[in-house]
């Protein structure tokens, strides 16, 4: 036995009990975000990133705050059905044939 044999065992139990704490850690942190997105994808169909300008963002949140009124998501989607909606109603304005008063 070397000089100092009997600490390498130690210091390899150590490093290998550390190496599973963190693959169990890593993996644990890969379950929770599958059940994120899943439970998001469940709720209310397919989740989506978007980029807004974070001044943006966070002025709309102070609003929202201080009249403790819905969730920013919440409002987002109501924006975007709202002109979605709109649009839809034009087209099919639109679209309509001219009517003949004979």
């Known amino acids: 036995m070397a ?12 490093a290998a009990k550390k190496a599973r704490k963190l693959e169990k850690a890593a993996s644990a942190g890969k379950k929770a ?3 994120r997105r899943s439970h998001a994808e469940e ?12 001044e943006t963002i966070r002025a709309a949140w102070r609003e929202l705050k201080a009249e403790g009124g819905e969730s920013l998501s919440e409002l987002v989607d109501d924006l975007l059905l709202g002109w979605l909606q709109e649009r839809q109603v034009e087209r099919a304005g639109s ?8």
């Open 43 to 54: 709720g209310s169909g397919k989740v989506e990133v978007v980029y807004v300008r974070r």
């Open 3 to 14: 000089r100092f044999g009997y600490l390498e065992g130690k210091d390899a139990k150590k």
């Open 33 to 35: 975000d599958e059940r």
């Open 95 to 102: 679209a309509a044939p001219l009517e003949d008063s004979d």
